[in-house]
């Protein structure tokens, strides 16, 4: 009996350890398997934050080169003019043309720093937005005017009818008209029509720029509006911008509750 009773012990107590024994290696491998995917994970969030701040490194890089070259450009064009004005004698046409083009430069750097400045302003909730009365065939006329003055060889048109008042921003609405048509400038054929409609459709004002250039992918049209943005090629790229215009559209398109 003592014998037997022994066995039975030393039995039960086998068992036990085998359970215990099996227990611990599914818990080992538990922890083993959630450790490996928290190493997973945090190489995976790890690699994505890198990646997206390298994307804005390059875009902020990208950026820099942009309003650098902008700035200069018309700095160099400005002083070269006025150099030859100052040195040369010039007759009163030659004179002239020199003197416009200077202007030309300088609303060029003036339009920059604008948006420079709005767009940072913006962001930052740092613009006091005044709304009063104004009709935006009142706006857009003004900056068909002034694109005219500015662009002598182009053809610009305007196509608007008297529609309701709003409660807006004069500035901000007219940066926003003078934005979309400084991309149809540069990015249509210089023969080519430029047009500023606005109609009253119902309860909503629509106001269109429309232009004769290549238009934009379908792909790239959600992206537009991002800061820094520049959609197209590398040739449609070479042409003066820093990504800044379509942003400020876009907010101020949402300041004013629009599409």
């Given at each position: ?19 215990e024994k ?9 922890e ?19 990646k ?6 390059r875009e902020q ?12 450009t018309?700095i160099?064009v ?20 020199l ?8 609303r060029?750097m ?5 948006n ?8 930052s ?7 009063e ?17 500015r662009?002598?060889?182009?053809h610009?048109h ?5 529609e ?10 007219e ?16 023969e ?14 629509i106001?269109?720029?429309?232009d ?7 792909e790239?049209q959600?992206?537009i ?10 040739a ?7 990504g ?14 629009a599409?």
């Amino acid at each position: 009996l003592k014998s037997a009773s022994k066995s039975a012990v030393i039995s039960y107590s086998s068992d036990q350890m085998a359970l215990e024994k099996k227990r611990k290696t599914v818990q080992y491998t538990g922890e083993g398997i959630t450790f490996l995917l928290l190493i997973i994970l945090s190489a995976f969030l790890f690699f994505r934050a890198v990646k997206k701040q390298l994307k804005i490194s390059r875009e902020q890089q990208q950026f820099m080169i942009a309003v650098t070259h902008e700035l200069k450009t018309p700095i160099a064009v400005a002083s070269l003019n006025m150099e030859t004005i100052q040195k040369r004698e010039l007759e009163k046409e030659q004179r002239e043309k020199l003197l416009n083009n200077t202007l030309e430069e300088l609303r060029r750097m003036n339009g920059l720093c604008n948006n420079l400045l709005l767009s940072s302003q913006m962001e930052s909730s740092g613009y006091r937005i005044t709304y009063e009365p104004i009709r935006i065939s009142q706006v857009a006329e003004k900056c068909i005017h002034e694109f005219t003055s500015r662009f002598p060889g182009r053809h610009f048109h305007f196509l608007g009818e008297k529609e309701s008042m709003i409660s807006g921003d004069a500035f901000l609405l007219e940066m926003a008209i003078n934005n979309l048509l400084d991309n149809a400038v540069k990015y249509s054929p210089r023969e080519s029509n430029i047009a500023v409609t606005t109609k009253e459709d119902g309860d909503r004002i629509i106001m269109e720029v429309t232009d004769e250039g290549q238009g934009i992918l379908t792909e790239e049209q959600k992206r537009i509006f991002d800061k820094f943005y520049r959609a197209g090629d590398e040739a449609t790229r070479k042409a003066r911008g820093t990504g800044l215009g379509l942003f400020i559209v876009k907010k101020v398109a949402d300041v004013h509750h629009a599409d």
